[in-house]
């Protein structure tokens, strides 16, 4: 199961013997572009690939030929600023005509056409290709052998284990959110019945489908439903504080996990490098702060410089040219400036002051600390608030800048091991 999911999450697709040529590219700073050198040894090529005589090549005579999963790579170097075009001529052929090839930047693919991308997007504008790709990377990066063997070493498995009916209600504020729930029940011998966010209706069951049509045998133990929920043994339902009252009254009398809102705060000391808060800023920002592991409010000490903070922001500038971020950017700030709130804002986050810890998009919430002694005391007292902590500062259980969003398979949402809840039904 995992290693076919794994293989999905990293490409939408698992490994075939389809041919890809890939023709050139006219971006300056790639050497050798159209492969007219192949002992200059400028492109990397992992997997089986050549580059070959071809006299039709777009430009000059030959072009590459990549095989099944090869991967052709080259290192350059692009400036923080400014916006990059990269032009890629193709063709494909292979016996049955299903292939396809993808471009990758920093190991994140950057191709959108794929049409179960296409529907995501479609369907929640907030699903951008970016940021659906980060997701699918993220947990086919989680999901190799030795991770899986370190996440299930010390759980008690048993065929003999009668297989029951876990309804999971998923939410939909970020891609994939519910995958690690569809995963533990499928693991744990259990069968799913899914009931999707409608904000999120198309990754999920596509995924199933594909594992399914590679392994049958899952058919029975993956359902999806749009109608009420019955006929199920136990419940994992994730919501919000409001919709939590409404899990707790329908389905208090099943086995259950039930989670509420959570935040994610960040700890800075004043003794960050610009490459940790460049780090932060990716938790910040990631799927535009719609996550429970994105920081949504930050900790400083008490004459903290915020000149380093912002300077570590500035990297997701371009967030702002998103236009439903853009529309929550200007309103927060005019109700906040109507109200007479005082603000810190670099025109495309704004910084408020505040004892709560969810904040709307486009904004952070601060708050001052005297002593990390007694920052440790207000953590604990609002444990139930907190999804995860990324600091660098020796708290217990905190996390690195920059990994919010990059999970392991170990790592429970709101500290409740999934695994065990299962297996003991």
Known sequence: LFLICCGLLLGLSLP?????MIGTTTYETIQDPSFENPGAGVWTITG???MVDYPTAPTGSKVLGLRGLALASQTITIPNDGCFRF?????QYSATGNLGFRILIDGISQDPSHPILLQAKAQNSWFTPNNLCFSLKSWGEALTEEHLEIWTQNYAFSEAMASKTVAVVMAGNIPLVGFHDFVSVLLSGHKVLGKLSSNDKVLLPYLAKELVAIEP????YIRF????????DAVIATGSNNTARYFDYYFGKYPNIIRKNRNS?????????KEQVEALADDIFRYFGLGCRNVSKIYLPKEYDFDLFFNGMYSWKEIINNDKYINN????KAVYLMSDIALLDNEFMLLKEDTQFSSPISVVFYERYDDLESLKNNLSENNENIQCVVAETGLEGEIAFGKAQTPQLWDYADGVDTLTFLLEL
């Open 329 to 332: 950017y200007d309103y927060n």
């Open 225 to 232: 439903t749009e109608e009420k929920l019955e006929g199920f």
């Open 217 to 220: 045998a899952f058919e029975p």
């Open 87 to 91: 032009d890629i001529q193709a063709a």
């Open 265 to 273: 705060v960040a700890v800075l000391t004043g003794n960050e490098t």
């Open 16 to 20: 075939g013997q389809n041919n890809t």
């Open 48 to 50: 089986v690939g050549a």
